[in-house]
């Protein structure tokens, strides 16, 4: 055991435990659970078998997290990309008219594409093509984004005709069963308490029995068939105008959430040393695979998830992680009245607390030095307002570039960046 788990998982009995590892991928997977009832809910509005994309979802979630543990040996989840799938059904779908499945084939096309660009080590040219300032400030604009996320969950902050946001209705079960948890989770956190992230999600839902919002319907179920999705491609359209823009939109948006989730990750988690960031490429593999996969059996693109902050934020430095996350995903699919039952709430306040560690690394941000600090700033209120990693990384990086070329900066600005920000206005021109 000693010799195999530091092979196959990269595991450092000197920097963890196998305890905390289970905690941490445990964790990170009832947080990111929600995606199991989620995504069949979005992708079945365009016709899709619900019963068979629940059990596609949590094939793909498992198979792609596992290349993550066995691969790319870091600690991080992945499953069907929130935002992607609703682009793939509201946008590719039901507004531009097409089916699901040409839509599962510009997919699959831009797995191909993301696995080509993975190999040539493009995507991680482009992360070390991003000022430091700005890579920091992409895991302080995530931060506030799952914190977002969790309010809205929760309840806490709901839809405002006039002002977008505002306050929800504190004094109702569903509300107050967040804040029970919410400081039953903080109270653990300061106490130091192991795995305070996963108790906290325990304390809340057995908390929500009695509100009547934890409903527990058996244990056990059998896997519904994937076959009414699987391999369903639409060959005829692949060379039409309308598919090369759905590609290229999905390999923009699938490229940046991606790119700016890992990297806040592997800051959050500690494995940046002198600006080093390790097993890029790996960890981009399993989300270009998985994509590809995901594919074929019949689901929108594979992202890594912020969500994973919450077993990075307890300890997981490993593959053994992401292994037991991927164990969790398959087991989901034999006991999905369990997991389901877990009700929104119990997650919201972890999503909120993984908000607060993840924007830590704003400390890190010369805030004294405007020329770095504004564009960072640009970029982490881009993210939670726009609802977009991708748009947050878009923003912030022009806003350096312009900054410092007026400022006369001109040494600070390397030819990647003036590249990439070409790219860039090129998109929002297209957009």
Known sequence: MNQLLPKYFGFDPATTTIRTEIIAGVSTFLTMAYILAVNPAILGITGMDKGALFATTAITSGIATLIMALYAKMPFGLAPGMGINAFFAYTVCLSMGHTWQFALTAVLLEGLIFILLTVTNVREKIVYSLPPSIQKAIGVGIGLFIAFIGLQNAGIS???DATLVALGQIFQPSVLLVIVGLISTAVLLVKNIPGALLIGIAITTICGIPFGLTHLDGFVSTPPSVEPIFMKFEWHNIFTVDMVMVVFSFLFM???DTLGTLVSLLYKGGFVKDGKMPRMKESFFADAVGTTIGACMGTSAISTYVESAAGVSVGGKSGLTAFVIAVCFFLSLFFAPLFLS????ATAPVLI???FLMISCIKEIDLDD???????FICIITIPLTYSIANGIVFGLLSYVLINLI????KKIRIEMYLLSVFFIVMLLLH
């Open 407 to 410: 400022s006369g900066k001109f």
């Open 353 to 355: 607390l993984v908000g």
């Open 342 to 345: 877990i009700p929104a709430q």
């Open 254 to 256: 699938d490229l940046f």
């Open 158 to 160: 709901v839809k405002n």
């Open 370 to 376: 405007y020329a770095e600090a504004i564009p960072a």
